[in-house]
């Protein structure tokens, strides 16, 4: 069977004392076969002969035990023959790559124009899509990295950073409007007034701006 092991290399024994059973998988996706389940003579007799001795009791589960170590012992010849069978009727469920030997499932993992598995060979408009959602990510992972969205934050607890009132635009601690929507800033407000239409000083108790005109509240 030195020419199966490629095939059988990627499966797993699901054989126990009562028969045999194998489950082959894919290669590069991992989509899986079960291969019929095969009856072992010998399995079977073990558990005819322990179903015995659970209802008589004494040597009859004795006899059971024994001939299950005797179906282990002797059991590797009717293993490999039920795994031949199991590879044979698995082969027609995958195909053989010839560049790379890996088994791999026809319907996802296949290129048939190709001839090839798709690792070797992929697909060209399934690869040029997964690359360009890879070069989206990166760009969308560049651009992001790129503005700075702590600007705004007070790290260090200075309390140095102060936002308009109005529009919560950052303001500079020299500025006494904001830029944004020209409101007067809270600092600049605490030390003296200024017209709410024209942004002029006023002077304490200017009830009309001296520029513009506007009342004053």
């Keep these: 069977m030195s020419n199966l092991i490629q095939f059988v290399a990627n499966h797993d024994d699901l054989s126990t004392d009562k028969g045999f059973q194998f489950k082959f998988y894919c290669d590069k996706c991992r989509n899986g076969h079960m291969s019929r389940f095969h009856p072992n003579s010998l399995g079977i007799a073990g558990e005819l002969m322990r179903a015995a001795g659970s209802l008589f009791g004494g040597s009859f589960y004795d006899a059971g035990n024994a001939a299950y170590h005797v179906q282990r012992a002797i059991g590797g010849k009717a293993h490999d023959a039920a795994l031949e069978k199991a590879v044979q009727e698995g082969k027609e469920y995958f195909k053989q790559c010839t560049r790379c030997g890996h088994w791999v499932c026809p319907t996802v993992c296949w290129n048939h124009t190709a001839g090839l598995c798709e690792s070797c060979a992929p697909d060209e408009h399934e690869e040029l899509a997964a690359q360009q959602r890879q070069a989206a990510r990166e760009q969308i992972q560049t651009k992001t990295r790129q503005h700075d969205y702590t600007s705004q934050l007070d790290f260090l607890g200075t309390g140095t950073i102060v936002h308009c009132k109005s529009c919560q635009n ?15 800033s809270v600092a600049a407000q605490a030390k003296e007034k200024f017209c709410t239409s024209c942004g002029a000083s006023l002077k304490p108790g200017q009830h009309f701006c001296a520029d513009c005109g506007t009342k004053q509240a």
């Design 170 to 184: 950052k303001l500079e601690p020299s500025q006494k409007f904001c830029p944004q929507c020209g409101t007067p």
